[in-house]
């Protein structure tokens, strides 16, 4: 048997079939959860993916928290279940207080979409273990609302923690620290680009890793995230879940190599 | 506007000339009334009944073994094999755009996108052929801040990526910008959907949005009128798009398709309620009986004329099998799309109002009272066809003869100007420069399938499953149209399909939106006439079918009209999505080779719109037949493998050409020019049928020798390499001539690629007064 991995479906949702296939690929089962059942169908990690959830009317990610899907979702992550929330997902994870700080306008004051470089702050988290090393990974950001803010002592507490997962970063892998750098795409503070929840089970990401999964979308470099949560979802599902059919190369070949 | 202001009779202030009343009587047998003219106007609308440019629309060329739907359907649709089928149309926006920019354009998109879902095929691009006027123009800033956010605002949320388009700055369209949107689906072929109303008994089913006051008219007071600048009188014609309920309507109509759920689809665009409907029943020669009372609206008060032509957005008609009515419903709830029985399949060819119900038959319940009643064919197929009267202008320039640039080209290079400044120029002003800016704020990769987007040529998309892609671009010639509008739709369409052979992928057919002016002035409709001659004769050259369009016509403002632009969209099929070429130079010591042969004429071109042309300077001519074998050289040197990048010579000439694929990869080149004639026609010129390609030094005679088998010119420019752009003027024509008369001309251009990369990458930012 397979790990399942849901894919939470929110009206307005437009990322996730392609966090399905960015699943598949990495040989899990992509499980998609419906926003307004709260069964989460006995998956061993959740993915909220990209798009307008409800529109993103009030306000990005505001109103997706208070969909009977995200009870559960929340119930899960206290469980200490795995939940990766990207772009739109991010959103609605900050909104629903699931990760530190929240996603404010672009610096820029519009829509941004291109491919940046990220960088990983520390490579044992469930999201990043199978990245290997701290490389360079080049996908695409699309977001109007991906300005990363916090106060101060709450940034200082998640690098203090550990809890920054990426940073931006110009394409040599230098961090893009200053919310001005030509490389920060969004003007977000110290560069966040993705943090973790204080369990470390918990995690948001502004970037498209899905969007990044094969050689012909040019870039390949977001599988390894993709694997990383499939790979640690596959260790918590226990011996019932193994990872299959993988076909990635390089560092996701070592992720997805491994089976619980 | 009120009676008591205004005394004109009803039908005028609906934009009914008398002539299309009397035409009306004739079809009715007598007198409509309010509702019926209502009806008849927006129905009888040029948007939405063609009745100028019918005649010359049915000259164009639309057969061909792969398409499976052609003009008059929603969408153009081709097979594309593995059981595969391509659905995509240009639709244009512009007098909305203009008074409302951002909601204009959002619902331009939304428009677009219901054109491809209700054929059955699952949008996957979006590409926006924009233009405005002088960009330094406060207003013109708004405007284009305002359509592409709207294009952004709706493409990104609905999840649709917006892969390419156009951006085009020139004066003429000052009072009056262009919006086209082109939008591309894919489908299983056996999903094909009709919008066809078949079988009566069967039930009509609006889903979607609530039907409100907005769009009132939208088609016939807007879209269909000489445009009077900026009329706040005319904001409540544009209608406001939700691009959320847009998406949950996708879902639902894709559901309903997929499990055969309806008998037939339809998008509620133009006229509403009552082209849905009439457009329906005429295409199965059934009637439809609409129950007023039925329809959900979302204002109190309407009347039912408003209830009838809104353009209220998100809206789909379904027929629908009584027994199947209940899943339906489900289906369109779940996904937050409320549906409702408005209507019965009747068969009596007839659209018929009804308030107070309607029996199971379609005839009106007891106590019931009928508000309307036409022939579906009055409304659609048998609308009035106007017979325009086309003259040309009283001076019509000649093109030039094909040989050696006419004297007054070998003039321009002496007017003090340095060959090297005129290209950053070119490469850096507003029309040249990369359109970044403007494409970030597009979501492009949405979907997962975007192999490259267009910032370097035509936009390609991987066909998930298989081994094959798509190519799709937007293009207009419209500088040569505006100087002979035969001439400049035939290189439009011949530059839209450059563009998507240089990639490697054959053309599948050609989708156009037609943007002309004031079809009641004789020059206008004969611009109209011959552009669809021009169309017609390149498609049928080239072998390409009109697999369906748009014309949009009273494109003239108080300032003037527009240049004529036949927008010309295209879709082409790459067998092999890894075996593409893209026009970035890649390796050092490659050859660059020229495809093709340049020709005389500079007008209409970007040179002459920066440097001033002579005005007895035409514009080049373009040879559909070398056309033909350029583009199926350069198909199979890319197929073959012979070349590594290409790029098509177009908008600024050969030296620009060189530039863009020097700054897209990054490495520069040394070429030498040999020069004829006059060097601005070399450099600058914008003959067609010319392509720049790289290639291996070791592949070089197999290229030659393709081209010779293709009877196309191949010549050795030079060598990739180094971080300058070196172009070399050689040859007769290169200093001597005007050097004899003592003329100072600089014979080289010698420019370092990161300043050429600037001057690009910074152009339209500073341009339009925005930060980077």
């Not at chain 1, 200053?178 to 966040?192: E, H, K, M, Q, V």
């Not at chain 2, 295409?283 to 009347?303: C, K, N, S, Y």
């Amino acid at each position: 048997m397979t790990v399942r991995v849901g894919v939470v479906v929110f009206p307005g949702s437009n990322c996730d079939a392609d966090a399905m296939h960015a699943l598949a690929l990495e040989g899990a089962e992509p499980v998609a959860l419906w926003h307004e059942s709260p069964e989460l169908l006995g998956v061993a990690g959740v993915i909220l993916p990209g798009g307008f959830s409800y529109g993103d009317y009030l306000r990005a990610g505001a109103l997706a928290r208070f969909s009977p899907v995200m009870r559960s979702v929340a119930d899960f992550a206290a469980a200490g279940g795995l939940v990766l929330g990207i772009c739109n997902g991010f959103q609605v994870l900050a909104e629903a207080g699931l990760v530190p700080g929240a996603l404010v306008r672009n610096r820029s004051l519009r829509f941004v979409c291109r491919e940046v470089t990220l960088v990983p702050e520390r490579l044992d988290s469930p999201f990043t273990i199978a990245v290997g090393e701290r490389r360079p990974l080049r996908m695409p950001v699309a977001h109007g609302e991906g300005c990363y803010v916090a106060d101060d002592a709450t940034l200082d507490a998640i690098e203090r923690d550990g809890r920054v997962l990426f940073r931006y970063s110009r394409p040599d892998g230098t961090p893009a620290i200053g919310p001005d750098d030509a490389a920060n795409p969004n003007g977000s503070l110290r560069g966040i680009a993705g943090v973790a929840n204080a369990g470390g089970n918990v995690a948001g990401l502004m970037p498209h890793p899905e969007r990044a999964t094969e050689g012909i979308l040019g870039s390949d470099d977001g599988r390894a995230i993709v694997a990383s949560l499939v790979r640690s979802a596959a260790a918590r599902a226990g011996g019932a879940a193994r990872v299959v059919g993988s076909t990635g190369a390089g560092p996701t070949q070592r992720a997805t190599g491994a089976t619980a | 506007m009120t009676a008591a202001r205004d005394p004109e009779p009803l039908h005028r202030r609906l934009g009914v000339s008398d002539d299309e009343l009397d035409a009306i009587v004739d079809r009715l047998g007598r007198a409509p009334n309010d509702l019926e003219l209502a009806m008849f106007s927006v129905m009888w609308s040029e948007h939405c009944s063609y009745k100028s440019s019918r005649p010359l629309l049915r000259t164009l060329p639309v057969g061909g073994g792969d398409v499976l739907a052609g003009p008059g359907e929603n969408a153009g649709i081709v097979r594309i094999g593995d059981g595969l089928a391509v659905a995509f149309k240009i639709e244009s926006h512009n007098h909305p755009s203009a008074v409302e920019p951002y909601q204009g354009a959002a619902t331009g998109v939304g428009g677009i996108l219901r054109d491809i879902f209700t054929m059955g095929a699952r949008p996957i691009a979006v590409l926006d052929a924009l233009r405005f006027g002088d960009p330094s123009d406060e207003r013109t800033r708004h405007l284009v801040r305002g359509v592409v956010g709207g294009v952004g605002g709706y493409g990104n949320c609905v999840g649709v990526p917006t892969i390419g388009g156009e951006l085009v700055f020139d004066p003429s369209y000052a009072g009056n910008p262009l919006v086209n949107v082109m939008a591309i689906g894919i489908m299983p072929e056996d999903r094909l959907t009709l919008a066809a109303a078949p079988g009566p008994g069967n039930l009509a089913v609006l889903f979607g949005s609530t039907t409100g006051r907005d769009g009132i008219g939208g088609a016939s007071v807007l879209a269909s009128a000489t445009f009077t600048d900026d009329d706040p009188s005319k904001r409540p014609s544009v209608q406001v798009g939700d691009p959320f309920a847009e998406k949950l309507l996708i879902e639902a109509s894709l559901e309903l398709v997929e499990r055969r759920l309806v008998a037939g689809l339809q998008d509620l665009g133009a006229a509403g309620i009552t082209c849905a409907v009439s457009e329906t029943a005429d295409r199965a020669g059934t009637g439809i009986a609409v129950d007023l009372d039925a329809i959900p609206r979302r204002e109190w008060g309407m009347l039912p004329f408003e209830v009838m032509i809104s353009e209220s957005q998100e809206r789909m008609l379904a027929i629908v099998e009584p027994r199947l009515l209940g899943d339906v419903v489900e289906v369109c709830e779940r996904w937050g799309a409320p549906a409702a029985v408005i209507g019965r399949v009747t068969a009596d060819g007839h659209v018929t109002v009804v308030t107070g119900g309607i029996a199971a038959d379609g005839s009106p319940a007891d106590g019931a009272a009928v508000l309307a009643r036409i022939p579906a064919s009055a409304l659609t197929s048998d609308a009035i066809v106007h017979a325009r009267r086309a003259e040309p202008p009283a001076r019509r320039r000649a093109a030039p003869a094909p040989g050696p640039a006419a004297e007054p080209d070998g003039d321009l290079p002496e007017r003090g100007m340095d060959p090297g400044a005129v290209l950053l120029a070119l490469v850096g002003g507003p029309n040249g420069a990369s359109r970044r800016w403007v494409w970030e704020q597009y979501d492009r990769h949405v979907q997962t399938s975007t192999v490259a987007d267009a910032t370097g040529g035509a936009a390609v998309l991987r066909i998930r499953g298989t081994r094959r892609g798509l190519v799709a671009t937007t293009d207009c010639a419209e500088g040569v149209s505006g100087l002979d509008p035969y001439l400049g739709a035939a290189m439009s369409v011949a530059e839209a399909t450059r563009n998507v052979s240089v990639t490697g992928a054959r053309p599948l057919g050609v989708t156009n939106c037609l943007n002309y002016g004031d079809p009641t002035r004789p020059e206008a409709f004969w611009q109209l006439r011959e552009g669809v001659r021009g169309l017609g004769d390149a498609c049928r050259a080239l072998g390409l079918p009109v697999t369906g369009g748009n014309v949009s016509l009273y494109n003239e403002s108080p300032r003037g009209a527009i240049l004529p632009t036949p927008e010309i969209g295209v879709v082409g099929l790459l067998e092999d999505v890894e075996r593409r070429a893209a026009p970035a130079f890649r390796r050092d010591g490659d050859a660059v080779v020229l495809l093709g042969r340049a020709g005389p004429g500079l007008g209409g071109s970007r040179y002459a719109a920066l440097a001033g042309a002579d005005p007895e300077d035409g514009p080049p001519t373009l040879d559909l037949a070398r056309e033909a074998a350029v583009q199926a050289c350069i198909r199979e040197a890319v197929a073959t493998g012979i070349v590594r990048s290409a790029q098509d010579v177009a908008a600024g000439g050969l030296a620009t050409a060189l530039a863009e694929c020097a700054i897209l990869g990054g490495i520069g080149a040394r070429v030498e020019v040999a020069v004829e004639g006059a060097p601005a026609v070399e450099l600058f010129g914008e003959s067609p049928s010319r392509i720049v390609a790289a290639c291996d030094p070791a592949d070089l005679d197999a290229l030659r020798v393709l081209a010779a088998a293709h009877g196309v010119p191949a010549e050795r420019l030079g060598t990739v390499g180094g971080d300058r752009l070196v172009i070399a003027l050689v040859g007769r024509g290169a200093t001597g001539a005007a050097e004899e008369r003592g003329a100072r001309v600089a014979d080289e251009v010698d420019i370092a690629v990161s300043d050429l990369a600037h001057a690009w990458e910074h152009g339209l930012p500073r341009a339009l007064g925005e930060d980077a």
